[in-house]
């Protein structure tokens, strides 16, 4: 298993070559959770996320006369992107391995620094069958995402730096995907300073973590969408398990909504734009209680790369589920002046439209009657439930929603 030592070589190693991120103090955040809240900003590493620290070290390690075979991996996303930048900086030829479905601006961004693209399959599995096979039949050497002792003990170098970082630090609060994050800050945590709690968390649609923990081994889940899509990991990492079971006191999840929501909050409070595996932190401190209370505890913000469509829609989605947007439908008399009278009411209760939709065609049996859909802003779920009241009050039927109810 991979040793504080090797940990400490890593930080040697990837020094000066490797962001060491900012770690900052959250007013808001803590006021927000009623902890003492520190931000660890790996989402500001060159390529966006803590890969880079695992990637740097491996390729550090592999003999100069090795060098010229390359590398070959699997990988959608953030490791993709560690190591075609950091073979770049090597002068390593490097060739990444990806789903068909991988998203463009990774394609992209991986082509930009320098790596040979293969689109291959239509899940991660297939890719990194079809790495596995190249590189035996390339002499290229395969390096993979999380499931290796030189990646855990460069991943751990992150875990060395909070406890530098943060004086009396309670709590670390981590990502969990394949577990090569939790794994090496877990061993660098229990060997320094064991008092500290490390707590994992992972989304509720990938809880490969949890199973193992159950299971007293990696066992294989189904997965399945999820905003943190860097997580969407189907089995721990042979090599992460021991350090993860020894190191780690206890691993939540959240659910899609906490998520959004806690990107939400990091892009409102700490103006800071991340992916939702990093946000997955902060809902770990907000939907669970953790026993951490006037604690000071740190998020590792992993990563920032999220598509801006995407961060849109997480976005709209956080609003939702906050009860700051609504969506209500309801029947009226179609005639005229109702559709005024309808919106009158929203803002008297002071609620602002965004969107209308007068529906006639879809619209119920009753000739009579016409469907409205509305979509509106608001402050909060007490709001909405206000809102809901004045509907009732003025003879409508109507029904609001957020995403959280729907």
């Not at 390593?92 to 620094?113: D, F, Q, S, Y």
């Not at 060997?191 to 081994?217: C, D, F, M, N």
């Not at 294989?220 to 969408?225: G, N």
Request: aromatic share 4%.
């Amino acid at each position: 298993m991979v040793t504080l030592a090797d940990i400490q070589a890593a930080a040697e190693r990837i020094a000066g070559k490797v962001l060491r991120s900012p770690t900052s103090y959250s007013a808001n955040l803590s006021a927000l959770t009623g902890c003492q809240i520190f931000c660890k900003l790996d989402s500001l590493q060159m390529t966006g996320s803590f890969k880079e620290r695992g990637a740097r070290n491996r390729l550090e390690l592999i003999p100069s006369d090795q060098r010229a075979a390359g590398v070959i991996a699997a990988s959608a996303g953030n490791h993709a992107l560690a190591l075609a930048y950091h073979c770049q900086q090597l002068q390593i030829p490097v060739r990444v391995v990806m789903p068909v479905w991988a998203p463009l601006i990774k394609v992209e961004n991986c082509r930009r620094h320098g790596a040979e693209i293969v689109l291959f399959g239509e899940t991660y599995d297939d890719a990194k069958a079809e790495a596995l096979r190249q590189a035996t039949t390339s002499g290229a050497l395969y390096v993979p995402g999380f499931d290796d002792d030189a990646i855990i003990a460069g991943q751990g170098t992150l875990g060395l730096e909070l406890l530098n970082e943060i004086p009396d630090l309670d709590a670390i609060i981590v990502p969990v995907g394949g577990g090569g994050l939790i794994a090496g800050i877990g061993i660098a945590v229990r060997a320094l300073q064991p008092h500290i709690r490390v707590i994992g968390v992972e989304p509720a649609h990938a809880p490969s973590a949890t199973a193992a923990l159950a299971a007293g081994k990696p066992v294989r889940v189904e997965t399945q969408p999820t905003l943190a899509d860097g997580l969407g990991v189907a089995c721990i990492g042979e090599r992460c398990w021991e350090p993860l079971r020894d190191t780690v006191e206890q691993v939540v999840t959240v659910d899609e909504a906490a998520i959004a929501q806690a990107v939400l909050r990091l892009v409102e409070h700490e103006k800071a734009v991340v992916e939702g595996a990093a946000a997955c932190a902060l809902a770990a401190v907000l939907r669970h209680d953790l026993g951490l209370r006037g604690k000071r505890v740190a998020l590792v913000l992993c990563g920032g790369n999220i598509d801006p469509t995407v961060l849109s829609r997480v976005i709209e989605r956080g609003l939702a589920a906050d009860g700051r947007l609504c969506r209500v439908r309801a029947n009226i008399i179609d005639r005229p002046g109702s559709l005024a009278r309808f919106l009158q009411i929203i803002a008297q209760v002071g609620g602002s439209v965004r969107e209308v939709r007068h529906d006639r065609s879809f619209a119920p049996g009753d000739v009579a009657l016409v469907n409205i859909t509305c979509l509106i802003e608001t402050r909060d779920h007490a709001h909405c439930r206000e809102l809901e009241a004045a509907f009732t009050a003025a003879g409508i039927r109507a029904t609001v929603q957020t995403s959280a109810e729907n």
